[in-house]
C-alpha cells in the first residue's frame, strides 16, 4: 500500500515517472541493475535485509546512485547514519507527499534532503567529532549494535530481538558484548538502563 501511495504521488508529477516497485533488498539490487533509474526510495525495515545494508550494497553497485530514505523511525535516530551508508536525504512518512517532492528533487538537484533540526544536529556531532567529544552511541556502534541497542533500549529482550532482527541468539549476545565494551558498561541490567535513558533522551530531545 506504501508502494502504490508514493507511486501515485510521484507519477501525477509532470517531471518525475516511477520505473519499478520492488518488493525487497534482494529485487531492489536486480532492478536497479538492469534499469538504471536516477534515485531509489527506500525504507530502513525491510523483509529480508537491514536498510542501512541495502544502501551500502546500492551504493556498491551504483556510486552515482541517488538514494531517499521515507522511514516511520525517527530521524533523530536513523538520518545520520543513512547518510554515513550513503544516502543523499531522510525523511519520515507522516511529512506528506508535499515535502517527499521536494526532498526528490534536492537529491537530483544534487542536494542533502533532511530537516532543519536533523542538519542542526549533525553539524554538531561533527564538531564534537572533531573536538574528540562525542560519547554518543549512534557514534560508536557499527550498525547492526546500534540496532540492537536500541531494541534493548525498548525494553526487548535478546529472543525478541533476534526474532525481529532474523538473528541467532548467540549473534546477538555477541552484539550485546560489543556494545558494552564499547560504551564501557559492565553488566547487562546496566546496558539496558543504558538503551532505555538514551532512547527517552532522544524521545525528549535532549542531546
Known sequence: MTRDGLTYLIDGEPDL???WKA????????????????LVLTDLTLPDKNGLELIKDLRAIRPDLAILVVSMH??????????KAGARGYITKHEGGE???????????GSIAVSGKMTARIMEAFSNKKA???????????DREFEV???????KSTKEIAHQLHLSEKTVAVHRAHIKEKLEIGTA??????????IEGQSTGAS
Open 23 to 38: 518488493e525487497d533488498a534482494r529485487q531492489a539490487l536486480d532492478v536497479v541493475t538492469r534499469e538504471r533509474p536516477d
Open 189 to 198: 541490567g546496566e546496558l539496558t538502563h543504558h538503551a532505555i535513558r538514551w
Open 17 to 19: 515517472k516511477v520505473v
Open 99 to 109: 515535502r517527499l517532492m521536494q526532498a526528490i528533487r534536492q537529491i537530483l538537484g
Open 74 to 83: 525517527d530521524e533523530t535516530l536513523y538520518a545520520e547514519r543513512a547518510l
Open 149 to 155: 541497542y536500541q531494541l534493548i533500549g525498548c525494553g
Open 132 to 142: 574528540g567529544n562525542d560519547h554518543s552511541p549512534n557514534s560508536r556502534l557499527s
